[in-house]
């Protein structure tokens, strides 16, 4: 009897605790529950808006000081909006016409537009996103790694989740809680600008290092979205928006894994593709984002736009007759939220109010906005402090690991007896080259960051050889406007030095949005060096001095000259903050390079669409003339100082097969070897590719030791997709690798006849 009189006392005290409060406020409510209560409160008006994402105040305030508005349709990094003003936005968003913004670059102004969104008639809380790719590196004073594609070239998954429940700690910090990130495009075309985003050419690296990645920031406290959905990679020419036309079967067996690993990893949210695909753009294609995604594979998250790509439905694709109607196909294709501004509000309310969309359909994207919101826990916490701030961002933890990782994806791939030096042997060492001592070595998606933070090579040289006598031979940043006298400088200098090292590359940093060379839009039509950097090469190596070669870029580089005349080539990608210091320590040894090359490098533009995963009779006619038909190096190869022995392979017959070999560090060096498992699949009603990674491993392995690696190959390893369009296994013949690289001169094999 008491016990229930305390029960019901309870009871009322509860509710009448809450009458005064709206559930929605409730946090003892599920996200589902208070969702729901708060839907039931909003305006049309107000449901809208959560769909809505804008730039942020001080991005408007400098672009709309620079941009001419002509310049505004074509650029996709750098927006404003003509005819409103600050105060305009700052209205907008008190009236609760904003769920969401981008291109927030301070914790001070995103705890200004939170305290905004709260001054609105139901205090919901906004979303800050933004591109923090490696890193929230376009914020000022947060660390930034090395880029996706140097760490795809690590093999290290657990690194990749590091890194990014790392960067989710940062951006938390900075009271951000969305990453557009990961990227988990498959990149076969090195004339696109964006594969240093990428984790590189094969589905399952690419698959598994992008869920290590999404598991990272969302355990971390953030919202990943799975991006760009899809074949942004594989258009027609290389360049980045165009069309695409892909077969279902590529799609399927290519294209979608990695993405669809995501989703089934709990992906929070998703970004579909500028381009067109066979047809249909990716943003009106209702196949792609409610059949695939979300039916087939059960995504739950929020679909967010690209860049203007509604707007591009009408100006670009021209399937819309107008951004209104786009807004429209967008929305019944199962976009959730625009990227972004203003015309989108009266614009959907009227389609609405004209039946063109339902509420109920609005309601949907709310309910999954507001849920996400509530899971974030942003009502309750909506704002961070500068002392969070300060004690979490580029602190020593993190610094550790973005040197690490920049030391593990930074690849050797040529080495004649020359790496690593032994610094008596080289008293004056001349170093030149665009990317020798400048902050662009962090890469694509970052921004400036405080000069003592960042390692460039010339720092990292200084570094590892206090008592050398080194001299820089400054080429500039801008490898379009070299000056050949710097580059006549840099001969002279290397006649008197010696050793030699020109740091090369591409040049990505987004504060000179036309002048790069590599980085999203900046796709080319061929992958040679810009400007005068064969030049310099050529006129330094004539020096008969020892001259080695680092590459800084995302995208591979033909640099057939230097593979053939140079002792020594690292291409480091866009190694991060760190990545001086890792290219030094590399150069005099103190660490042992370990990566390996999670792309081809083509010889030239006239080899692209070249891939180590390629069908059998892609070069059943090699080219004619000469022409070499195999790259300058493959994917899966990369050097280190150590040597190593495989040996002992042994696969069992019966399903799950059963895979050893032994890997023996044959040299005086301890090092880390990264083996790697292919499969073929001999005979097929389909085609099927010469070699598919199914398995990998780093192995750390001191002088002379030797140690056994096995793998594990499930019915489901085996499956591809078969003549039905559905995963099949078929019994036959599989020829079963295991090696240092995916080169047939590196692989053990073995094949054997899975008959059931
Ligand atoms: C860009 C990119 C996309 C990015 C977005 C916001 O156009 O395509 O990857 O997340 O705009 O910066």
Not at 39 to 49: F, H, I, Q
Not at 102 to 115: D, I, P
Request: proline content about 5%; glycine content about 8%; charged content about 20%.
């Amino acid at each position: 009897m008491i016990v229930a009189f305390f029960l019901v006392l309870v009871m009322c005290l509860s509710a009448c605790h809450h009458a005064d409060t709206p559930a929605y406020k409730d946090s003892t409510l599920t996200p589902a529950q208070r969702a729901e209560d708060l839907l039931s409160r909003m305006t049309l008006e107000e449901k809208v808006g959560q769909m809505n994402q804008f730039v942020g105040l001080e991005h408007i305030r400098l672009n709309s000081s620079v941009m001419t508005e002509d310049e505004l349709y074509r650029n996709t990094a750098s927006g404003y909006y003509p005819g409103y003003s600050i105060s305009n936005v700052e209205e907008m968003i008190r009236e609760g016409k904003v769920g969401s913004f981008l291109h927030v670059l301070t914790m001070e102004e995103a705890n200004h537009l939170q305290q905004l969104c709260l001054e609105s008639r139901l205090g919901i809380p906004c979303l800050i996103g933004i591109d923090a790719i490696h890193g929230n590196a376009k914020c000022y004073g947060n660390t930034v790694y090395p880029t996706h594609i140097g760490l795809a070239c690590s093999f290290d998954t657990a690194l990749a989740y590091t890194i990014a429940r790392q960067t989710a700690q940062e951006m938390r910090a900075m009271n951000m809680y969305w990453t557009f990130d990961p990227n988990v495009e498959v990149a076969r075309d090195p004339r696109w600008g964006r594969v240093g985003e990428t984790f590189g050419e094969d589905p399952y690296l690419v698959s598994l290092m992008g869920v290590q990645t999404t598991r990272g920031l969302q355990e971390g406290g953030v919202l990943a979205c799975v991006k760009h959905f899809i074949a942004g990679s594989q258009s027609q020419n290389g360049t980045n928006g165009a069309p695409a036309d892909l077969s279902e079967r590529t799609l399927r067996q290519v294209f979608f894994p990695p993405f669809e690993a995501n989703v089934r990893a709990s992906v929070a949210t998703l970004m579909p593709s500028h381009n067109e695909l066979n047809g249909i753009p990716c943003h009106s294609n209702y196949d792609l984002i409610e059949n695939t995604a979300r039916r087939d594979w059960g995504f739950k998250g929020l679909v967010i736009s690209d860049w203007m790509d509604i707007e591009h439905l009408h100006d670009l694709h021209f399937t819309a007759v107008d951004n209104k109607d786009a807004f429209r196909q967008a929305i019944l294709a199962g976009i959730d939220v625009h990227m972004h501004g203003p015309e989108w509000n009266e614009a959907v309310c009227q389609l609405v109010r004209e039946g063109a969309i339902s509420e109920q359909r609005i309601d949907q994207s709310v309910r999954r906005i507001l849920e996400t919101k509530f899971r974030l826990g942003i009502f309750e916490h909506p704002f961070s402090r500068a002392e969070i701030r300060d004690s979490i961002c580029f602190c020593p933890e993190h610094q550790q690991t973005a040197l690490q990782a920049a030391q593990q994806s930074i690849v050797l791939l040529k080495n004649e007896n020359l790496l690593p030096i032994h610094p008596e042997q080289y008293h004056r060492i001349m170093i030149t080259g665009i990317n020798a001592d400048d902050e662009n070595i962090m890469g694509d998606w970052s921004e400036p960051q405080p000069e003592e933070n960042l390692w460039t090579v010339v720092r990292g040289l200084h570094t590892v050889l206090p008592q050398a006598d080194i001299h820089f031979v400054d080429q500039g940043w801008d490898p379009q406007h070299m000056s050949p006298t710097q580059v006549a400088r840099a001969e002279a200098e290397a006649q008197k030095a010696d050793l030699n090292i020109i740091v090369a590359g591409e040049y990505m940093m987004r504060k000179r949005w036309m002048e790069r060379t590599g980085g999203e839009d900046t796709d080319r039509s061929n992958i040679d060096l810009v400007g005068l950097q064969n030049q310099l090469i050529e006129r330094v190596a004539a020096s008969g001095k020892p001259t080695i070669l680092i590459l800084i870029s995302g995208r591979p580089l033909g640099v057939t000259y230097a593979a053939e005349h140079l002792p020594a080539i690292i291409q480091a990608w866009e190694p991060g903050q760190f990545g001086g210091l890792a290219i030094a320590q590399i150069i005099v040894g103190k660490v042992n390079p370990s990566a390996k090359l999670a792309v081809t490098i083509p010889r030239h533009v006239g080899q692209v669409g070249m891939y180590y995963n390629h069908l059998p009779s892609m070069y059943f006619h090699p080219y004619a003339a000469g022409e070499s038909s195999a790259p300058l190096w493959p994917f899966g190869y990369g050097l280190s100082y150590s040597t190593f022995r495989y040996s002992n392979l042994k696969v069992s017959d019966t399903l799950p097969i059963r895979v050893s070999a032994q890997i023996t560090n044959t040299s005086q060096r301890d090092g880390v070897e990264i083996a790697q498992l292919y499969i073929r699949d001999r005979y097929s009603a389909i085609t099927r590719p010469v070699k598919e990674l199914k398995g990998f491993k780093r192995v750390a392995l001191t002088a002379g030791e030797t140690k056994q690696i096995e793998f594990v190959l499930t019915r489901q390893d085996l499956q591809y997709i078969g003549p039905e369009m559905k995963p099949v296994f078929e019994p036959g013949e599989f020829e079963i690798m295991v090696g240092a690289s995916s080169r047939d001169e590196d692989l053990l094999k073995q094949t054997i006849n899975i008959d059931k």
